[in-house]
């Protein structure tokens, strides 16, 4: 565990203050140190940068085990830590899917050995002697992929959650209208190359349905939802109605806030994703980020050869570890956004949502988990940088004024100034 003291450190509200971290914990906060506060030989000056607690993303596809050509748990955990990252949770359809207690334990075991971040894992949803026994192994929470499953499915799947107290998480895209969409329109041939069509075949009234249909079903059955990737403001109005009824909370993505379905036009196939990119009838923007609870990365890491098949074949998912925090930090500069929103919506309301405990802020005797801030610091998104094996980015060239110089995870320098180090990691519940 790691024993230092950080020194000269900016809060977001400008004041300077110093962390003296022990056994991986904050021990204290002082405006100033003493000789005797100097319990350890290892002080580091951070020259009044700015820390905020360490980010928290509990949206990520790492692809381990069973399709590690995409990802694995060290390539994408390092990719974590470059990216200012020092918990994630990863999603469950690797290969076995995530929705037994053997797969689940395979899987943390994996994690154990190759993190280079804290983690957890969600469960996929199978049957209720499953749900049952995961429940023993403390998920942080179940996942289902609505546009995978029929209604009746549906119901019987969100009732194995009742007794569980864990958030549910849901990917909502309504099977039906995804399934008819995709057989009608792949049926003209100039589709196969005109990928602009995907974002209609996966269309924004599937997401409506599918939220509607969810948040049904968690009355029904009084569950905690947690909806991922949120896509289109008609949605989020819907959402809105039902937050006085129903414990709900929802997730944004940085490519649903910063890219709308031109972007196909430009970028190409490789920003195909799940839910896609939307119309400017439809798509979210930074203006409605004040009404999400959190940000998740959806970090979905393909080959290249896998995106740059046609509409309906090539692979949906963008990496998103290594240039959230560049995009989120530029509106900071920009005026756009406030460093206290971008704690709460990358680390202090994920702690919260997924009750992990001891992390998401920098107080006493919690996780001396830091994320250190050079909102100076300009450039270019450069995918030759990236930890991640995903090298694409429909953001690669953007610039970005701010990025993390240093990750720390419980007291231990995780990454600093490009590269990135090892230490004991753990499971986070």
Same mark, same amino acid.
């Given at each position: 565990?790691?024993?230092?003291?950080?020194?000269?450190?900016?809060?977001?509200?400008?004041?300077?203050?110093?962390?003296?971290?022990?056994?991986?914990?904050?021990?204290?906060?002082?405006?100033?140190?003493? =000789?005797?506060?100097?319990?350890?030989?290892?002080?580091?000056?951070?020259?009044?940068?700015?820390?905020?607690?360490?980010?928290?993303?509990?949206?990520?596809?790492?692809?381990?085990?069973?399709?590690?050509?995409?990802?694995?748990?060290?390539?994408?955990?390092?990719?974590?830590?470059?990216?200012?990252?020092?918990?994630?949770?990863?999603?469950?359809?690797?290969?076995?899917?995530?929705?037994?207690?053997?797969?689940?334990?395979?899987?943390?075991?994996?994690?154990?050995?190759?993190?280079?971040?804290?983690?957890?894992?969600?469960?996929?949803?199978?049957?209720?002697?499953?749900?049952?026994?995961?429940?023993?192994?403390?998920?942080?929470? $179940?996942?289902?992929?609505?546009?995978?499953?029929?209604?009746?499915?549906?119901?019987?799947?969100?009732?194995?959650?009742?007794?569980?107290?864990?958030?549910?998480?849901?990917?909502?895209?309504?099977?039906?209208?995804?399934?008819? &969409?995709?057989?009608?329109?792949? #049926?003209?041939?100039?589709?196969?190359?005109?990928?602009?069509? $995907?974002?209609?075949?996966?269309?924004?009234?599937?997401?409506?349905?599918?939220?509607?249909?969810?948040?049904?079903?968690? #009355?029904?059955?009084?569950?905690?939802?947690?909806?991922?990737?949120?896509?289109?403001?008609?949605?989020?109005?819907?959402?809105?109605?039902?937050?006085?009824?129903?414990?709900?909370?929802?997730?944004?993505?940085?490519?649903?806030?910063?890219?709308?379905?031109?972007?196909?036009?430009? $970028?190409?196939?490789?920003?195909?994703?799940?839910?896609?990119?939307?119309?400017?009838?439809? &798509?979210?923007?930074?203006?409605?980020?004040?009404?999400?609870?959190?940000?998740?990365?959806?970090?979905?890491?393909?080959?290249?050869?896998?995106?740059? #098949?046609?509409?309906?074949?090539?692979?949906?998912?963008? =990496?998103?570890?290594?240039?959230?925090?560049?995009?989120?930090?530029?509106?900071?500069?920009?005026?756009?956004?406030?460093?206290?929103?971008?704690?709460?919506?990358?680390?202090?309301?994920?702690?919260?949502?997924?009750?992990?405990?001891?992390?998401?802020?920098?107080?006493?005797?919690?996780?001396?988990?830091?994320?250190?801030?050079?909102?100076?610091?300009?450039?270019?998104?450069?995918?030759?940088?990236?930890?991640?094996?995903?090298?694409?980015?429909?953001?690669? &060239?953007?610039?970005?004024?701010?990025? &993390?110089?240093?990750?720390?995870?419980?007291?231990?320098?995780?990454?600093?100034?490009?590269?990135?180090?090892?230490?004991?990691?753990?499971?986070?519940?």
């Amino acid at each position: 565990m790691g024993n230092i003291i950080l020194k000269n450190c900016k809060t977001i509200d400008n004041n300077i203050t110093n962390l003296i971290i022990e056994n991986g914990k904050i021990k204290n906060i002082k405006n100033s140190l003493l =000789p005797s506060d100097k319990t350890t030989d290892k002080i580091m000056d951070i020259h009044e940068n700015i820390i905020i607690p360490g980010l928290i993303d509990t949206h990520v596809h790492l692809r381990d085990p069973g399709l590690t050509y995409k990802e694995t748990w060290e390539s994408g955990s390092q990719a974590a830590a470059h990216g200012g990252y020092t918990t994630i949770i990863d999603m469950p359809n690797t290969i076995p899917v995530t929705d037994t207690r053997n797969a689940f334990l395979e899987k943390k075991e994996i994690g154990k050995k190759k993190s280079y971040v804290d983690f957890a894992l969600q469960a996929g949803v199978k049957s209720q002697k499953d749900v049952e026994e995961i429940q023993k192994e403390n998920p942080a929470a $179940y996942k289902i992929f609505m546009d995978l499953h029929t209604n009746k499915e549906l119901d019987e799947m969100f009732s194995f959650i009742k007794q569980t107290n864990k958030p549910l998480c849901l990917h909502c895209e309504d099977k039906t209208i995804v399934d008819y &969409n995709i057989k009608t329109l792949s #049926k003209n041939p100039e589709n196969k190359h005109k990928t602009i069509t $995907y974002s209609y075949a996966r269309s924004a009234l599937a997401e409506l349905i599918a939220v509607n249909r969810a948040i049904e079903l968690g #009355k029904k059955y009084d569950l905690q939802l947690h909806l991922c990737h949120i896509s289109t403001r008609q949605t989020l109005e819907l959402i809105h109605e039902a937050r006085e009824k129903i414990n709900i909370s929802i997730e944004a993505t940085p490519h649903h806030i910063f890219l709308d379905n031109n972007t196909y036009n430009t $970028y190409g196939i490789k920003a195909k994703t799940n839910p896609p990119l939307r119309d400017k009838n439809h &798509n979210i923007t930074l203006n409605n980020l004040s009404e999400f609870d959190s940000i998740g990365t959806d970090h979905a890491p393909h080959t290249i050869e896998e995106k740059e #098949k046609d509409t309906w074949t090539s692979a949906a998912g963008i =990496p998103g570890l290594e240039t959230t925090l560049k995009l989120i930090l530029t509106e900071v500069n920009n005026n756009n956004l406030t460093l206290q929103q971008v704690v709460n919506l990358l680390s202090t309301n994920p702690a919260k949502i997924f009750k992990i405990p001891n992390k998401g802020q920098i107080t006493k005797n919690y996780d001396a988990d830091i994320t250190v801030l050079d909102m100076k610091e300009t450039g270019k998104i450069n995918i030759d940088t990236f930890y991640t094996h995903g090298k694409y980015s429909p953001f690669e &060239n953007k610039s970005y004024k701010g990025n &993390n110089i240093m990750t720390i995870n419980r007291g231990n320098i995780i990454c600093e100034n490009d590269e990135v180090y090892k230490h004991d990691t753990k499971y986070i519940y």
